[in-house]
T-cell receptor
Framework: NAGVTQTPKFRVLKTGQSMTLLCAQDMNHEYMYWYRQDPGMGLRLIHYSVGEGTTAKGEVPDGYNVSRLKKQNFLLGLESAAPSQTSVYFC?????????????FGPGTRLTVL | GENVEQHPSTLSVQEGDSAVIKCTYSDSASNYFPWYKQELGKGPQLIID?????GEKKDQRIAVTLNKTAKHFSLHITETQPEDSAVYFCAARVNNAGNMLTFGGGTRLMVKP
């Protein structure tokens, strides 16, 4: 099993450009999450999904959109990138059933917006 | 919403010494407290977790303690080794359907040989 994979690994954008980050998981997890990681601020939740076709806002959703058309994929879109969106983005997934479940993280995408 | 504070932000210890990282949380409804380790260039990985009905949990050289009354929890690493060098994150989960975690700001642990 590959676990959680993210593409691309690195990307440089100019202000105003758009892009989509792809997250895929092969563990049949129901829940998927997008976080951003900035120095000294830990990981902050951008959006999450509790199942195929559903999405919800997290702590810092402004400037981002997401889609979960297939259970195994969770896409994060930036319609008009801004320098404040320079960050490392992590995708994670977890099971639904039962109590709290471990979140499995991907390797991250480092995004720079000039 | 939940707020998690983590201290210290950096910690340097000599190999073989112990390391302690502390976190406080704000929402008394939080019921699950995982700790993640992030090595350079990789995503965070769960190393230990504790639920609100337990006061302490151990796994070999690592242990976590929880004080619900004071709303704080700590990670203890004994007999540190150079491979323990990494960034450690604490997190808290409020009992809700989304299994959402709120993370602390992270601690960079450096173990000197």
């Amino acid at each position: 099993n590959a676990g959680v994979t993210q593409t691309p690994k690195f990307r440089v954008l100019k202000t105003g450009q758009s892009m989509t980050l792809l997250c895929a998981q092969d563990m049949n997890h129901e829940y998927m999450y997008w976080y951003r990681q900035d120095p000294g601020m830990g990981l902050r939740l951008i959006h999450y999904s509790v199942g195929e076709g559903t999405t919800a806002k997290g702590e810092v959703p402004d400037g981002y959109n997401v889609s979960r058309l297939k259970k195994q994929n969770f896409l994060l879109g930036l319609e008009s990138a801004a320098p404040s969106q320079t960050s490392v983005y992590f995708c994670a997934s977890s099971y639904l059933a039962g109590g709290p479940k471990e979140q499995f993280f991907g390797p991250g995408t480092r995004l720079t917006v000039l | 919403g939940e707020n998690v504070e983590q201290h210290p932000s950096t910690l340097s210890v000599q190999e073989g010494d112990s390391a302690v990282i502390k976190c406080t949380y704000s929402d008394s409804a939080s019921n699950y407290f995982p700790w993640y380790k992030q090595e350079l260039g990789k995503g965070p990985q769960l190393i230990i977790d504790i639920r609100s009905n337990v006061g302490e949990k151990k796994d070999q050289r690592i242990a976590v303690t929880l004080n619900k009354t004071a709303k704080h929890f700590s990670l203890h690493i004994t007999e540190t080794q150079p491979e323990d060098s990494a960034v450690y994150f604490c997190a808290a989960r409020v009992n809700n359907a989304g299994n959402m975690l709120t993370f602390g700001g992270g601690t960079r642990l450096m173990v000197k040989p």
